[in-house]
């Protein structure tokens, strides 16, 4: 470093020196030039630094810059030191840097001086700023039973504390503080809510998570700050359960006499899969010859569409096919109806009126008439009986046979007996009239023919 000199010119009696005065020095900083730190939320009017000189006269040293040092300035105190103060707010975000070339020891009032070596203040962050998440609140929709490390939202935490080179910025750590705390379903990898290996379940309650996200800054220089969000995570159940019915095949007899409409079967079936998934639909696909049977879509209640009749249908066993669909998945079952016969027909003769002649000597057991009688009921077995009439001299078989039981002579005069005969099916009857009148025989005597 060049030393600046100048004269000073003495008169002392008859002589005359000339002396050489010495310049003003710095002492700090030191040659090497130094470095200090300062916080940005420092004080106004701190001191960051002190600078200090010398000369060999003793005379004042200032220091005298030929440079801008805003936001810092000089305030003496004492002869050879002088504070270098904050007089302006620092912002570490803004600038984190000053280095100082040009301030100069010098004297008071001059300008001329020694350069001081190079001066480095280095800002340093203060933890000003919570962390924010964009958005603050997050509302997403997933499918139940995502793999595990499934993405579900990407998560944008922000720090207005501009953070020192090679720190993180922003939030150096984000956790899940509530909402998913028994079995975690969620965790957070990257700064991504990702799936855990705890399978979502819809069915089983996994509806609506609320998960209150919280962020730490990056911050160590002073207590860490927090930010936090709410995630609103809505389950979407999937159609992945077929319907079920109890059983795949039913059976079921009914008989010929079921009202039409009436309800005779509810095949119920279930699924799985809770709502707000679509509704079970039921129909009928296969089986229903004659359009018998109807089968309520909501509900899969199944009901008699015509009426019945064992004696003329075509078909007495039905092989009735139901088809359950979520809309996607379907299942099927077979009700097996068996139409089983009622007693609704009444017996029909034919006469119901008949008139027979007999010879009053007609032999017991000779039969006299037959009553003829059907019934549309299958199985049904007809009982014959005679009511009035005389039924001391008449019987009727089983078959419907009228046969002569008595001997029928009734004095010197002709009979006629009047019979009722009643038929039963065991619930229905019918009447038939059978009148039996008894004629004399003709006696013939012999006699002679004259000549």
């Keep these: 470093m060049m030393v600046s000199t100048f004269c000073l010119l003495f008169v002392l009696g008859s002589h005359i020196h000339i002396m050489k005065a010495a310049l003003p020095r710095c002492e700090r900083p030191v040659p090497s030039g130094e470095t200090v ?124 504390d501009k953070e020192p080179t090679g720190s993180p910025e922003g939030c150096s750590q984000i956790i899940i503080q509530s909402g998913d705390n028994v079995h975690p379903r969620f965790k957070i990898t990257n700064k991504q809510i990702v799936t855990t290996n705890n399978v979502i379940n819809y069915d089983t309650g996994d509806v609506t998570f609320t998960l209150i996200v919280v962020g730490i800054d990056s911050s160590t220089l002073d207590p860490q700050k927090t930010g936090s969000m709410a995630i609103i995570i809505n389950i979407d159940p999937v159609n992945v359960s077929m319907p079920s019915f109890q059983d795949l095949s039913y059976s079921i007899s009914l008989p010929e006499s079921t009202p039409v409409f009436k309800e005779v079967f509810d095949v119920n079936a279930t699924d799985r899969n809770k709502r707000p998934l679509i509704d079970l639909a039921y129909k009928i696909t296969d089986g229903n010859e004659a359009d018998t049977f109807m089968i309520c879509q909501t509900t899969g209640k199944m009901f008699l569409k015509r009426p019945l009749d064992f004696e003329s249908d075509n078909s007495l066993v039905y ?133």
Excluded: M
């Design 37 to 160: 730190t300062v916080l940005e939320n420092a004080t106004l009017n701190d001191s960051v630094f002190t600078y200090e000189g010398s000369d060999r006269d003793n005379d004042k040293v200032v220091f005298t810059p030929r440079e801008t040092i805003s936001p810092f300035f000089f305030d003496g105190k004492s002869i050879n030191e002088e504070y270098f103060k904050l007089n302006d707010i620092l912002d570490f975000e803004t600038k984190n840097q000053y280095i100082f070339t040009k301030i100069y020891a010098t004297h008071v009032g001059r300008t001329i001086g020694e350069l001081c070596p190079p001066l480095t203040v280095n800002v340093l962050p203060v933890n000003e700023f919570t962390p924010v998440f964009h958005p603050s609140l997050l509302v997403v929709n997933v499918p139940e039973g995502l793999p595990e490390d499934t993405t579900v939202a990407i998560l944008n935490c922000t720090d207005g």
């Design 319 to 451: 092989y009735v096919t139901i088809t359950a669909t979520d809309d996607r998945l379907t299942s099927t079952a077979v009700v097996n109806v068996t139409i089983t016969d009622v007693n609704d027909n009444v017996p029909i003769c034919t006469p119901t009126y008949q008139d027979v002649t007999i010879d009053e000597k007609t032999s017991i057991g000779k039969t006299v008439a037959s009553i003829n009688c059907t019934d549309e009921d299958a199985g049904s077995v007809l009982l014959y009986r005679i009511t009035s009439g005389d039924c001391d001299r008449f019987q009727i078989t089983p078959s419907g046979d009228i046969i002569v039981t008595n001997v029928l002579s009734h004095g010197n005069t002709a009979s006629t007996f009047h019979l009722k005969i009643q038929i039963s099916d065991g619930f229905f009857e019918s009447i038939v009239w059978l009148s039996v009148n008894t004629i004399k025989p003709i006696c013939c005597e012999t006699f002679k023919i004259p000549d």
